[in-house]
C-alpha cells in the first residue's frame, strides 16, 4: 500500500455548467433495492460487507455540489454516515477526491462522508429504506427559473412524497437558496405538504446545523462574496395527521 | 395491441374511433362511436393540440365497478364516459394523452398520463385534483379491493404503493424488476406484476416483500425470437436478453390462472399459480402460430386476432368454443380492430449514453502528464 499522502483536488479541472435535465435518460449504476447496495465501497472504515451491525446512511446531501457542507459535518457527526447526490459527472468525482484526499491526510477523519453519482429525483428509493434519512438538505438547488421547468425543480408537490418516505417521522429537511422566488415555491410547496410542518425561528437557533449551512457551501461563500441574500427554510417530517 | 376487458358477459373491445360492445351469451353486439371534442373556449395550448390532432386511436378503456360505465382515453387527449345504452355521461378534454384510466368505486375516475401524473376528476366536478407523480410514464394504475391503496408503476422499473386518495403518503415501493413494468393485477392482498424484464412478480404490497416470480423467457424454446429482438435493439445501443411481456390478464377460478403475451412472440402462455406458495406451472402455450392483438381471460379466454378465438374454463383447463355468432364477430369486427403501435415498446428501453467513461479518460491523461 502506498504511504504517499494524496493532496487536495484543485476545482479548476472539475468545473461544470450548473444544470443538468434530471428528466433525460443518464447512465447510471443504482441498486434495485436498498439492500443491494454495497455501501462498503463508500465507506471502507465503517461498513464491512456481511456484517449485521453496519450503520446506515443518516444525512443525505442533495446536490452537493462541491461538497463543503458535507465536510463540515463530517467532524461535526463523526458516528453518522453521510452521502452527498450530485448528478453532474465533474462534480461528484471532485467530491470523492477531496474526500479520497481528505482521508489520507487525516486517517481518523472523513471515514463517514461518501458522494455518488446519481439522479435523486429519480432513485432515492432505490438506496434508502422508507424512514433512513434523518437529515436532507437541498442546498441551492437549480431554480429552473422558466414556469415550464418548474417540474424540475428538486422540491415540488409529487417528490416531496418520496422524501417523505425515505425520511423517518422527525427528520429535519434544510432548504436554502439565494433566490427569492425559489424560496417562496419551497416554502409553499413543503408546508402545503401534509407530512411536513415548518420549524420556528426559535428552534433554529438551537441546531447547530443551521449556522453551517450559510457559509460552508461553496454556492454560499459565493453569494456572500457577492452580498447577495441567502433564504433559510426548515421542516420538520411529521406523521400523517389523516391517517 | 387491441384494448378488450371484459365485465360479467360484457365485453369492449376498441376498434378505431369506435368501442364495440358484445355479449357471447346473448350473442348481441353494438358499436359506440367516439364523439366529437367538446372544446372549452378559452384553448389552452394541450386544447389548441387536440383541434390539429387527427388521431383519435384509444389509449385505455375501462369498466365501472357497478358495471354500468365505460371510459375511454384517446391519442388526441379526449375522455369520454358512456353507459352501456350508449348515452354520454362526460365528454372532456385532458392537458395531456393518457396512458390508463380507471373507476374508483364512487365512479369518480383516476387519468395517469405520459408524463407520469395521476389526476383524479371527480364526476360532479370540473377540476381534477393531482394525487402523485412519476417521473416517467405510467404504464399501469390499480386499486386495491379496499380502495385504500393506489399502485402505480412506471418505465423506470418501479412499482410506487401510495395511500388513496392521500397519495402523498407512500406505503411502500416493490423494487426488483429490471426493467419497465408493463402491467399491475391485484389479487386479494397479493400484487400481480409483468415487465419488460419478462418476468412476472408476487408482492405483498404492503411491505414491497416480493412473494415469488415467474420467468416467462423459460417457456419459449425457439430462441429465435430473442435473438432477433436482442439484434434488432443492440442497433439502438440498448443491451436486451428478454423478451418483455406486454400484457397480463389474471383470473381466480379456484386456481389462479396467469395469461401473458409476449413481445414477437405468437400466441399467448398460460400459468397457474399456487397463491399460498407462490409456485407457479406452466400449463400450455395457446395458438403459438396465431398472431395475437388482444386478448382477455376469466372464466372464458377469448383471444383477438385476425379471427376470434373462444375457450372455455372446464375444471382445471381452457377448452376451444365456437359459435355462429363468434365467427359472424370476426367477420364483421376483426379488420377494423385497431391495433395499438406495439413497437411502441421498443422506446421504453433507455438509451445508452455515457458521459463518464470520456471524462475519465481525459482525467487519466492529465493526472499522468503531471
Not at chain 1, 94 to 120: E, F, K
Not at chain 1, 125 to 135: A, E, H, I, V
Not at chain 2, 333 to 353: A, D, P, W
Amino acid at each position: 500500500m502506498s504511504s504517499e499522502v494524496v493532496s487536495l483536488p484543485q476545482k479548476r479541472y472539475y468545473r461544470q455548467r450548473a444544470h443538468s435535465n434530471p428528466i433525460a435518460d443518464h447512465c447510471f449504476d443504482y441498486p434495485l433495492t436498498p439492500s443491494d447496495m454495497n455501501w462498503e465501497k463508500y465507506y471502507p472504515e465503517k461498513v464491512k460487507l456481511g456484517s449485521k451491525n453496519n450503520p446506515e446512511v443518516q444525512f443525505a446531501d442533495i446536490g452537493c455540489g462541491y461538497g463543503g457542507l458535507l465536510i463540515t459535518l463530517a467532524t461535526m457527526f463523526p458516528e453518522t454516515l453521510m452521502i452527498g447526490m450530485e448528478i453532474r459527472v465533474k462534480v461528484s468525482d471532485y467530491v470523492m477526491d477531496r474526500i479520497a484526499a481528505l482521508r489520507s491526510q487525516n486517517p481518523n477523519d472523513y471515514q463517514n462522508v461518501a458522494c455518488l453519482r446519481t439522479n435523486a429525483m429519480k432513485y432515492l428509493p432505490n438506496y434508502f429504506k422508507k424512514g433512513q434519512l434523518t437529515k436532507m438538505f437541498f442546498l441551492y438547488p437549480d431554480p429552473h427559473f422558466k414556469k415550464a421547468k418548474h417540474k424540475w425543480r428538486i422540491i415540488n408537490q409529487c417528490l416531496l412524497a418520496e422524501y417523505a418516505y425515505v425520511m423517518s417521522v422527525g427528520g429535519i429537511i434544510y432548504t436554502v437558496t439565494d433566490v427569492k422566488d425559489l424560496h417562496e415555491w419551497m416554502v409553499q410547496h413543503i408546508t402545503e405538504h401534509p407530512l411536513f410542518k415548518r420549524v420556528g425561528e426559535d428552534e433554529l437557533v438551537q441546531d447547530p446545523v443551521v449556522s453551517k449551512l450559510f457559509s460552508s457551501s461553496e454556492e454560499g461563500q459565493k453569494v456572500t462574496r457577492n452580498n447577495g441574500d441567502k433564504f433559510l427554510a426548515v421542516f420538520r417530517r411529521i406523521s400523517d395527521p389523516y391517517e | 395491441m387491441v384494448l378488450l376487458k371484459k365485465v360479467n358477459n360484457d365485453y369492449v373491445a376498441a376498434s378505431k374511433e369506435s368501442v364495440v360492445l358484445f355479449d357471447l351469451e346473448t350473442e348481441t353486439d353494438s358499436i359506440f362511436k367516439i364523439p366529437e371534442p367538446i372544446l372549452p373556449e378559452n384553448l389552452t395550448k394541450g386544447q389548441m393540440d387536440v383541434l390539429k390532432k387527427e388521431d383519435r386511436t384509444i389509449t385505455s378503456l375501462t369498466f365501472s365497478k357497478c358495471e354500468e360505465y365505460i371510459a375511454v382515453t384517446t391519442e388526441n387527449k379526449q375522455v369520454v364516459v358512456f353507459d352501456k345504452s350508449l348515452n354520454v355521461i362526460k365528454n372532456f378534454i385532458v392537458n395531456r394523452v393518457a396512458s390508463k384510466i380507471l373507476f374508483t368505486a364512487a365512479n369518480d375516475v383516476l387519468i395517469a398520463d405520459k408524463t407520469g401524473d395521476v389526476y383524479l376528476y371527480k364526476l360532479k366536478e370540473d377540476e381534477p385534483v393531482l394525487i402523485l407523480g412519476h417521473l416517467s410514464v405510467i404504464l399501469d394504475v390499480v386499486l386495491s379491493n379496499c380502495e385504500k391503496y393506489i399502485i402505480t408503476c412506471d418505465r423506470d422499473e418501479k412499482i410506487r404503493v401510495s395511500m388513496f386518495p392521500n397519495a402523498y403518503n407512500i406505503l411502500s415501493f416493490c423494487l426488483g424488476h429490471k426493467e419497465f413494468v408493463t402491467s399491475l393485477k391485484i389479487l386479494g392482498n397479493t400484487l400481480i406484476s409483468a415487465s419488460g424484464d419478462g418476468t412476472v412478480r408476487f408482492w405483498n404490497y404492503l411491505n414491497g416483500t416480493q412473494l415469488g416470480l415467474i420467468d416467462s423467457n423459460c417457456n419459449i424454446k425457439d430462441t429465435t425470437f430473442i435473438e432477433a429482438f436482442s439484434k434488432e435493439m443492440d442497433e439502438e445501443k440498448v443491451d436486451v436478453t428478454s423478451l418483455p411481456i406486454t400484457d397480463m390478464q389474471v383470473f381466480n377460478g379456484g386456481n389462479v390462472f396467469i395469461a401473458l403475451s409476449l413481445y414477437s412472440v405468437n400466441g399467448i402462455l398460460l400459468y397457474t399459480t399456487n397463491i399460498k406458495t407462490f409456485e407457479s406451472t406452466f400449463v400450455s402455450h395457446i395458438l403459438p402460430d396465431v398472431n395475437v392483438y388482444g386478448f382477455c381471460l376469466d372464466s372464458k379466454l377469448l383471444i383477438l386476432s385476425k379471427t376470434l378465438y373462444c375457450y372455455v374454463l372446464n375444471g382445471d383447463s381452457y377448452n376451444k368454443f365456437s359459435s355462429d355468432f363468434v365467427k359472424g364477430f370476426a367477420i364483421k369486427h376483426c379488420s377494423n380492430l385497431c391495433l395499438n403501435n406495439c413497437s411502441s415498446i421498443t422506446g421504453l428501453y433507455k438509451r445508452k449514453f455515457d458521459n463518464v467513461q470520456e471524462y475519465l479518460e481525459r482525467k487519466k491523461q492529465r493526472l499522468g502528464l503531471k
